[in-house]
């Protein structure tokens, strides 16, 4: 059949020149990469087998092999899940569809200097690169796959270097055959001879261990080498003979206590998952006895995805049903507002067909996620006081999402609050929760003020700052577009209203103080009053009244809302809106 010549989508290009020239320290983790997705491929066999009864394939011996061939200096990384059609080959290995990984090209782009090797080095890690992975320790790389339910194979076969080629073949096996020509290893460097046993065995019992299915390899003929001279025929009848050996113990680990698994053993699990390269920031156990019974295993990242905010973000929740794989992204487990959160659910009882709307409407389900929603808050709040540098981090990345649960998670309220921290004018660069913001509250203070903007800068200038700068009251710096909406439907904190300083009257003083400036206010009420009149008429198409105010020590005059209206930074965003 005609071999088709095509050219890598230009995203993809640069990922493999950066690939090819190895700018990834720890090379050996390409092989943990095209486990993952054998991994990924027969979970999706066994599924679809599952699920349509008219496809035709044998799922009893699902498994990922891999083989090595020392003189031809080759690597196979065979599974018989799923496969691809040639379509979906052109689709997912020639372009890069994660618009995460599309932003962090671009990201990288910007950096200008993709020789920095320890700038780009730390975004692959942050995004992962998969299958191209392959290309740091391969010259060529050839894919052969069949879909289930196909009759026909494709091979893919790529130099990384701009293009790569496509045909169709008659003989394909079902599921995905991926063949590393490894690169000519170095002498002294046995420590990267990904051609040998005892490397593949390590590697994958690194990063692979966890790995629910078989990872078997072929029994080595090479192992009677040294005395084959003598002895060929036996030692190739043995070879022939022995079985492969299986190289990881395929032990789920959200079923292992804590104390039987390493904190790697979950980060490598954690990276499967979440695709990630990175280590998690925190690890939430939780297992559920009783009349529902299920066990979770849950990671929070260390950084947040690009596309985080973006439409169709996948959240990282996957459910299995008794050991078996049933759905990533499962919506029905976390709040929109913990989407970040990364990890593995399994549940006892459920049927292995579950849909995702009978997920939606399951009342075990529910008590499930609200059960994990909370687990995953109350660590928040410990790691607040245990690891307050870990708790930065998380809040840096992902309290802005966080933060919407304030709208949305009711009875989450309080705790939202409390694990919630802001910028303040109390400090320049420590951001505040609450309580603390509470405590420092003066005497006879009453409410705790903010305002939004769109920026610290912004607000610290603004007009509305200075009464409350030359009192010195604390006013807390809200700059997320989210900020300007919960701060409506949030009342109060501990009892004390949350005001801003932007609307309404603000009231500042003590009784006293208040007495002596009404009186003062009266008097000049009295001088202005043709002034003020004369101006509310002057300014009457733009605003409903000029008054006197208080709050003012330097500059002459600010707009200031009822405190009933919409914020201008609200307005501009109702309008981005198209409202
Ligand atoms: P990711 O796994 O993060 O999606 P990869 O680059 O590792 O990115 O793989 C890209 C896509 O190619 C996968 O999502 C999957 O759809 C497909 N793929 C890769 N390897 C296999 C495989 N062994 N079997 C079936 N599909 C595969
Ligand atoms: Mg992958």
Known sequence: MPKDTFEFQVEARQLLQMMIHSIYSNKDVFLRELVSNASDALDKLRLE??????????????????????????LTVRDNGIGMSRDEVVQLIGTIANSGTAAFLQELKDAKDVSDTAAAEGLIGQFGVGFYASFMVADEVTLLTRRAGESQGTRWSSTGEGTYTIETVDD???????????????????LHDYAAAWKIREIVKRYSDFITWPIKMAAEPAAAATDADSDAESSADEAASSEPETLNSMKALWARSRNEVSDDEYHELYKHISHDWNNPLDIIRL???????????????????QDLFMQGYKRGIQLYVKRVFIMDDCEALMPPYLRFVKGVVDAQDLSLNVSREILQQDRQIQLMHRRLAKKVLSTVKDMMSAHPDRYATLWREFGQVIKEGLLSDFEN?????????????????????LRQYVERMKDGQQHIFFMTGESRQAIENSPHMEAFRARGIEVLLLTDPVDEVWVDAVPEFDGKQLR????????????????????????????????????TNELSEHVKEVRLSSRLTVSPACVVSDAGDVTPALQNMYRAMGQ
Do not use: C, N
Request: without cysteine; charged residues 30%.
């Open 287 to 305: 297992q559920a006895e009783g009349t529902f019974e299920y066990q979770a295993l849950l990671f929070i990242p260390s950084h947040a995805p």
């Open 49 to 74: 087998a599952l699920r349509d009864d008219t496809l035709d394939v044998d799922v009893s011996d699902l498994h990922i092999a891999i083989s090595a061939d020392k003189t031809a200096r080759t």
């Open 413 to 433: 309220r309080d705790t939202i609050l409390g694990v919630a921290s802001f910028a303040s004018t109390h400090d320049a660069q420590e951001p505040t929760t």
């Open 172 to 190: 394909a096996p079902q599921g995905t055959a991926v063949v590393l020509h490894l690169k000519p290893a170095d002498d002294e460097d046995r």
């Open 500 to 535: 801003s300083v932007a609307k309404g009257e603000v009231d500042l003083d003590s009784e006293e103080e208040k007495a002596a400036a009404d009186s003062e206010r009266e008097k000049q009420q009295e001088q202005f009053a043709g002034l003020l009149t004369w101006m």
